[in-house]
């Protein structure tokens, strides 16, 4: 069976050591950590949730430790469950060739499984110690998609802010193209571009801001930036190319 040290090594790339403590015990390190979760599954296939690399209240003031708490445990480890729940029942439609309850289930899986995609990126690109403008081939790839950071950040805190309901904003890469872009997406798997992968992605569910900034959707946007990841990122972004 594989444990959690198996699939963290096989998936994280680190510099200064493994961070394997639980969850309680995990510490702010994401200048040495650098997570990779472009796989999610563990070695029977099932989805999995990677403990979170920092403690709860690491992201004060801008994320009070409560609202973490809860988006980890109720928000984004149901959508693991509900993931792995989707592909069972799919499985056992396809050996019972019984598929009246197929739609339900494709949309269950597009919804839980994009939102452990997005939420996995949502804690590794956040950081206490985040902030600044991106670097190196990052910082180059966006002054050429988007003209300055400044037009990128000006953009993307639109198209955050503006998502109707519920829902995240994106900066994606499409290999195909060679283009960052920017996305809005509903809930969690609307509106996307096929072949999109996330490089940052800003959840605006309320469950993500509500308990401090209530209705102030734009002010809560405009302090994420205060807290990019911007190392992680660019590892992301570098994987990818
Ligand atoms: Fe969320």
């Known amino acids: 069976m594989t444990t959690r040290?198996?699939?963290?090594?096989?998936?994280?790339?680190?510099?200064?050591?493994?961070?394997?403590s639980s969850f309680s015990q995990a510490k702010e390190n994401s200048s040495e950590t650098i997570y990779t979760p472009n796989k999610l599954t563990d070695a029977q296939g099932k989805y999995?949730?990677?403990?979170?690399?920092?403690?709860?209240?690491?992201?004060?003031?801008?994320?009070?430790?409560?609202?973490?708490?809860?988006?980890y445990n109720f928000?984004?480890?149901p959508a693991v469950t509900a993931a792995n729940k989707a592909e069972d029942n799919l499985s056992v439609a396809r050996d019972n060739n019984d598929f009246t309850l197929v739609k339900h289930y494709e949309?269950?899986?597009?919804?839980?499984?994009?939102?452990?995609?997005l939420h996995t990126h949502y804690w590794d690109n956040l950081s206490g110690k985040g902030g600044g403008i991106p670097k190196g081939n990052l910082l180059k790839a966006i002054e050429n998609n988007f003209g300055s950071y400044d037009k990128l950040k000006t953009h993307l805190a639109a198209a955050t802010i503006s998502v109707e309901g519920a829902g995240w904003g994106i900066l994606g890469y499409l290999p195909a193209s060679g283009k960052l872009m920017v996305l809005q997406c509903e809930n969690h798997q609307k509106l996307t571009a096929w072949g999109v992968i996330p490089i940052l992605v800003l959840d605006v569910w309320e469950h993500a801001y509500y308990l401090k900034y209530q209705n102030r959707r734009s002010e809560y946007v405009n302090n994420l930036f205060d807290i990019i990841n911007w190392n992680t990122v660019?590892?992301?972004f570098n994987g990818v190319l």
């Open 234 to 236: 660019e590892q992301r």
């Open 5 to 20: 040290r198996d699939f963290l090594q096989s998936t994280v790339a680190i510099a200064g050591g493994l961070a394997l």
């Open 107 to 117: 949309k269950e899986l597009a919804f839980n499984l994009s939102s452990h995609i």
């Open 48 to 71: 999995f949730l990677l403990p979170l690399p920092y403690s709860y209240n690491a992201l004060e003031p801008v994320i009070d430790a409560k609202t973490v708490e809860l988006h």
């Open 75 to 77: 928000h984004h480890k």
